[in-house]
């Protein structure tokens, strides 16, 4: 089954404490994002990679990291959270530059 | 900047009966795509229906159809003969045409409820 997974789908953590949402995808997609969803905002562009080793900012990317060294992965790195962090997250994948985004079923993350 | 604008924050309607809801957006783009997902209590985002700039013809998948007007910047989703399955959060989504552009932006999006 074609599918985007993220893990852990819940997280609860203390300020400062360094963690890593990872997001998978089975469809090799060559474009892959992270959007994190606020009550009243929509769903914000944190960072997005259009290949292997290829990544760049979106619209809101202060304290977040990503990596791509593989095709299929695309984790999410907050390396010291803050409560301003605390979010639904989700991540996206997409074959081409047109193609139907694949979103993820999303990550709940609460920063104390 | 682009920007997508959904004025409605709730929208309610009555099973079978049809519901439109608005989108307008900002851009100065000639060429972009426009999308409306859909957010269930589940969380996950599905697609709903996705419009090519370029095409005249307004589009349609079952009973959800979109009323594109390129000049006035609208976007309106219209869902026939509802059903109570298609309750949910309802976000609208600008895509430019830009070489390497992986910009997708979401409006604030309506809350519908389907009323039995």
């Known amino acids: 089954e074609a599918q985007v997974t993220q893990n852990p789908r819940y997280l609860i953590t203390v300020t400062g404490k360094k963690l890593t949402v990872t997001c998978s995808q089975n469809?090799?997609?060559?474009?892959m994002s992270w959007y994190r969803q606020d009550p009243g905002l929509g769903l914000r562009q944190i960072y997005y990679?259009?290949?292997?080793?290829?990544?760049d900012k979106g619209d809101v990317p202060e304290g977040y990291k990503v990596s791509r060294k593989e095709k299929r992965n695309f984790p999410l790195i907050l390396e010291s959270p803050s409560p301003n962090q605390t979010s639904l997250y989700f991540c996206?994948?997409?074959?081409?530059?047109?193609?139907?985004?694949?979103f993820g079923p999303g990550t709940r993350l609460l920063v104390l | 900047a682009q920007t997508v604008t959904q004025s409605q924050p709730e929208m309610s309607v009555q099973e079978a009966e049809t519901v439109t809801l608005s989108c307008t957006y900002d851009?100065?783009?000639?060429?972009?795509?426009l999308f409306w997902y859909k957010q269930p209590p589940s969380r996950q985002m599905i697609l709903v229906i996705r419009?090519?700039?370029?095409?005249?013809q307004n589009a349609t998948e079952n009973r959800f159809s979109v009323n594109f007007q390129k000049a006035a910047k609208s976007f309106s989703l219209k869902i026939s003969d509802s059903q109570l399955g298609d309750a949910a959060m309802y976000f609208c989504?600008?895509?430019?045409?830009?070489?390497?552009?992986?910009?997708?932006?979401f409006g604030q999006g309506t809350r519908l409820t389907i009323n039995p």
């Open positions: 469809m090799n997609h060559e474009y």
């Open positions: 851009t100065s783009e000639s060429d972009y795509y």
């Open positions: 989504a600008y895509s430019p045409d830009l070489q390497g552009a992986q910009k997708l932006v």
């Open positions: 419009q090519e700039a370029y095409k005249q």
């Open positions: 990679s259009m290949n292997v080793e290829v990544t």
């Open positions: 996206a994948s997409r074959y081409g530059r047109w193609e139907t985004q694949y």
